[in-house]
C-alpha cells in the first residue's frame, strides 16, 4: 500500500485476555519498528525487524508481548494477559534501509479496562 | 540521563515569529537527527532529517546541528496556527537501527 497501515485502530480489551496487533509495512521497506506511546509521553521503542528476523527485543516491556514477522511484510504484535498499564498507542514504523527515514502508520489505541 | 532531551514546553509564539525548538543528545557518536511533529491523537509525522554540522533549509523549515555541542534545533520561519503541534527530535546512533525519540515539545502558534 501507500503508506503503513495498521490494525485494529482501536481495541478495548478485558484485563486478562489477549490482544495481536498487526501491522502492514510499506511496500518494499525491509525495516519495520514498533514503538509504544503512552498519554502524553514519548514514544517507546520496542522492537524492530529486518526482514524476517528482530536483532533487537530488549525494547520489549516484559515477556507477555511478542513480535514476529513473515514473509518480511506483516509483522503482528501480541500483547498476552493484558495489563492496564499496556494502555497505549502501538505505533508501526518501516523504513526501506535500517536507520533510513522511518515513517509511521496511525497506529493502534489499545484500551486495556 | 536521557538520551534525547527536549523541553516539553509549551512554546508559545505569535503568529508569523520564529519558532525555536530545541534537542540535546547524550552518545556522540549519534550520527543522524531528524524532527517529527505529531497532532494531537495523530501519528508523527517526518519533517526534516539533518547529518552534517551548519544548517539544512527546507520551506519555512531550518534543522541545524552542532555536533561539537551535541545539540540539535529546528526553526520554524513565519509560525502558523497550524504549526501547533508536538515536536519530536529524534536520534540515530552511528551503524545502529534504533531511532531514539525525545518527549516532545509542544508547540502553541497564537493567531
Known amino acids: 500500500g501507500a503508506g503503513v497501515s495498521q490494525s485494529p485502530s482501536n481495541k478495548v480489551t478485558e484485563k486478562g485476555k489477549d490482544v495481536e496487533l498487526r501491522c502492514d509495512p510499506i511496500?518494499?521497506?525491509?525495516?519495520l519498528y514498533w514503538y509504544r506511546q503512552s498519554l502524553g509521553q514519548g514514544l517507546e521503542f520496542l522492537i524492530y525487524f529486518q526482514g524476517n528476523s528482530a536483532p533487537d527485543k530488549s525494547g520489549l516491556p516484559s515477556d507477555r508481548f511478542s513480535a514476529e514477522r513473515t514473509g518480511g511484510s506483516v509483522s503482528t504484535l501480541t500483547i498476552q494477559r493484558t495489563q492496564q498499564e499496556d494502555s497505549a498507542v502501538y505505533l508501526c514504523?518501516?523504513?526501506?534501509?535500517?536507520?533510513?527515514?522511518?515513517?509511521f502508520g496511525e497506529g493502534s489505541w489499545l484500551t486495556v479496562v | 540521563q536521557k538520551e534525547v532531551e527536549q523541553n516539553s514546553g509549551p512554546l508559545s509564539v505569535p503568529e508569523g515569529a520564529i519558532a525555536s525548538l530545541n534537542c540535546t543528545y547524550s552518545?556522540?557518536?549519534?550520527?543522524?537527527f531528524f524532527w517529527y511533529r505529531q497532532y494531537s491523537g495523530k501519528s508523527p509525522e517526518l519533517i526534516m532529517f539533518?547529518?552534517?554540522?551548519g544548517d539544512k533549509e527546507d520551506g519555512r523549515f531550518t534543522a541545524q546541528l552542532n555536533k561539537a555541542s551535541q545539540y540539535v534545533s529546528l526553526l520554524i520561519r513565519d509560525s502558523q496556527p497550524s504549526d501547533s503541534a508536538t515536536y519530536l527530535c529524534?536520534?540515530?546512533?552511528?551503524?545502529?537501527?534504533?531511532?531514539?525519540f525525545g518527549s516532545g515539545t509542544r508547540l502553541l502558534v497564537r493567531p
Open positions: 511496500s518494499g521497506h525491509t525495516a
Open positions: 552518545d556522540r557518536g549519534s550520527q543522524s
Open positions: 514504523a518501516s523504513s526501506s534501509t535500517s536507520g533510513n527515514t522511518i515513517y
Open positions: 529524534a536520534v540515530l546512533r552511528d551503524s545502529s537501527y534504533k531511532l531514539i
Open positions: 539533518i547529518y552534517s554540522n
